[in-house]
């Protein structure tokens, strides 16, 4: 079945600085999507992106949809202590038995020092 | 606007009790969804709704049951919970379409002793 690779698993940064983290997928997707979750609580869709190349900002926050529609990549400019949290990543490939059903990677834990 | 609701928010079970967990949603989306969320295995789903009165298995749907009691309301049931089903639920809907983007409940977190 498809698989999501997320990396990092997880960062230690300081304030101000930015982060980057990407997804890359073993199939094509038709949409990217990153969540946050604080925690606690529920994820929080991020960005949504619906089109290969397609660069798309949230405050922030930057996502792109990778050319190949194999990977994505989220970027966050100059952190702050509320960015904490872990980020998922997913992956939707509209076709066939995968109607409907997301793939998801493993998260990345974003710890941010004051 | 709530979104997706869920309740109960926590619940201790002893083994072999059941219980169902209910989640509703004020988006009129289509499809529906029941995942769990463990250490280290990230989100995996258990089942799903992809319209009125339509139900499939998705990733490990062993040891529970599904209805969509109507287009809002999606519940899953643990007719004799297992320790191993200890986990957090989270209850997530979309409109469904080719532009698939779920929203989620604030989950529920289940102990099985």
């Known amino acids: 079945g498809q698989q999501l690779n997320q990396s990092p698993q997880s960062m230690f940064i300081q304030e101000g600085e930015d982060v980057s983290m990407n997804c890359t997928s073993s199939s094509i997707f038709n949409t990217w999507l990153w969540y946050k979750q604080d925690p606690g609580e529920g994820p929080v869709l991020l960005i949504a992106l619906y089109k290969a190349g397609e660069l798309t900002s949230n405050g922030r926050l930057t996502a792109q949809f990778g050319i190949t529609r194999k990977d994505s990549f989220l970027n966050i400019s100059a952190s702050i202590p509320s960015d904490v949290g872990i980020y998922f990543c997913a992956g939707h490939n509209a076709g066939g038995t995968s109607y409907g059903k997301l793939t998801f990677g493993q998260g990345t834990i974003l710890t941010v020092h004051p | 606007n709530a979104g997706v609701t869920q309740t109960p928010k926590f619940q201790v079970l002893k083994t072999g009790q059941s219980m169902t967990l209910q989640c509703a949603q004020d988006?009129?989306?289509?499809?529906m969804y029941w995942y769990r969320q463990d250490p280290g295995m990230g989100l995996r789903l258990i089942y799903y709704?992809?319209?009125?009165?339509?139900?499939d298995k998705g990733e490990v749907p062993n040891g529970y049951n599904v209805s969509r009691l109507n287009k809002r309301e999606f519940s899953l049931r643990l007719e004799s919970a297992a320790p191993s089903q200890t986990s957090v639920y989270f209850c997530a809907s979309s409109a469904t379409g080719v532009r698939e983007t779920q929203y989620f409940g604030p989950g529920t977190r289940l102990l099985v002793l």
């Open positions: 709704s992809a319209s009125e009165g339509t139900t």
């Open positions: 988006m009129n989306h289509n499809s």
